[in-house]
């Protein structure tokens, strides 16, 4: 076992992380050599979606604090504990609201300034460095440009340019890409026991995003409400049948959101409650109230990140919908993503033009683009919803 074995299709990736690691030790061990050319302070991880950037950004998390032979061995207990995320020495942040907050932030850099205690490093991870605003990003620029000796930053976004370009240049890039979809079947046959021709339908609906497939896999529910998400607005013939296809898809993504987040918050509010003293139904003090509406706030960021994470999947996977009718009109000969549905793919590629499957593509982005923009999701899923069908 490795702590490199499950990130796949991603050999270069691997080689410079696992080259850092190794030129790391050198510099705990005090062997000198070239370990500093190998080796930096602030890494920026980047990838699309599923690429299993958090995953590399924590693998090399564990070779850093790894003490067995091998760099990277999985076995000894700093790889263990960092990939369990029990270690002290490393600093987690991944947020589940919409942004990073500034006092996040700040905590980082505190415990950035701290020693390791029982590793070797301190390892400090952000997993959504893009989801900073530029006020945010300034505070953190500081401690990337001056970092302690044995601190190490290591930031996950989906692109370079999601970042601040004074962080971006003070960062060591390595770029992940889409895995193979081979490749993604075969981890969730190795890692999860899913079986092949499941793992491989489930690799091909994802799109190669490794966490997707594996859910997908696990659980038929999903993706029978992947197939509906993508059959209801395509087979709607009017404007009424596609807002109502639209608010169906709203309402689904809040349910999903609150069965994700529903069991968490209240574990979050009984705990606080016993920290504050209160017994269950018991009146609450006026003085504590604002702690308890800080942590309400926090679970309402949760669930509307949870929401439009839920709905920028959807319109990914009619996105991708679009993309093997648009292989079907032009005669590529590509592989169907959207295994299942491919006499709709068929009929809609053979009632509709290219030049309408490009302008229903532009449709679905726009709607993304006002989703990230914070536009309220049932106009932006409606407008959307309402091209498809023109």
Not at 70 to 79: L, R, S
Not at 199 to 214: K, N, P
Not at 280 to 287: F, L, M, R, S
Not at 362 to 371: F, K
């Amino acid at each position: 076992m490795s702590v490199w074995d499950d990130i796949v299709g991603q050999e270069t990736a691997v080689d410079a992380l696992r080259e850092a690691a190794i030129r790391a030790r050198d510099i705990v061990e005090g062997h000198g050599g070239d370990g500093a050319r190998g080796m930096t302070h602030s890494w920026l991880i980047t990838g699309p979606p599923g690429s299993g950037r958090s995953t590399a950004a924590r693998a090399f998390a564990a070779a850093l604090q790894c003490t067995g032979d091998e760099v990277g061995c999985g076995e000894c207990a700093g790889c263990r504990t960092t990939l369990s995320k029990s270690n002290a020495d490393v600093n987690d942040l991944e947020t589940q609201k919409i942004i990073i907050s500034i006092d996040e932030v700040r905590g980082l850099i505190h415990a950035a300034q701290t020693s390791p205690t029982q590793g070797r490093w301190r390892v400090i991870l952000v997993e959504d460095a893009d989801r900073m605003v530029e006020r945010t990003s300034n505070v953190l620029l500081k401690a990337i440009e001056e970092p302690p000796e044995r601190t190490v930053w290591l930031l996950c976004a989906p692109s370079p340019d999601d970042l601040i370009t004074t962080i971006r240049s003070r960062c060591r890039h390595v770029g992940l890409r889409i895995p193979p979809v081979g490749d993604v079947a075969e981890l969730l046959v190795r890692r999860w026991g899913i079986a092949p021709d499941v793992a491989a339908e489930s690799a091909r609906l994802a799109q190669s995003h490794i966490g997707r497939a594996r859910g997908l896999a696990e659980n038929p529910t999903l993706r029978e409400q992947r197939r509906t998400i993508i059959e209801h607005p395509i087979r709607s013939t009017s404007v009424g049948e596609a807002v109502l296809a639209a608010e169906n898809l709203v309402e689904t993504a809040k349910e999903q959101a609150k069965a994700d987040t529903e069991e968490r918050n209240a574990q979050e509010k009984a705990y606080l409650l016993r920290t504050l003293g209160i017994e269950e139904g018991e009146k609450i003090n006026p003085a504590l109230r604002s702690q308890i509406k800080q942590l309400e706030d926090e679970q309402k960021r949760r669930a509307t990140r949870a929401e439009r994470d839920f709905l920028d999947r959807a319109l990914l996977d009619l996105l991708a919908f679009y993309r093997d009718v648009m292989a079907v009109q032009l005669d590529t000969g590509a592989a169907i993503i959207n295994v299942g549905l491919e006499d709709l793919i068929q009929s809609t590629a053979q009632r509709t033009t290219t030049s309408d499957t490009m302008r229903k593509t532009r449709a679905i982005e726009t709607a993304r683009e006002r989703l990230r923009a914070n536009v309220a999701p049932v106009l932006a899923i409606e407008a959307m919803a309402v091209t498809l069908v023109k």
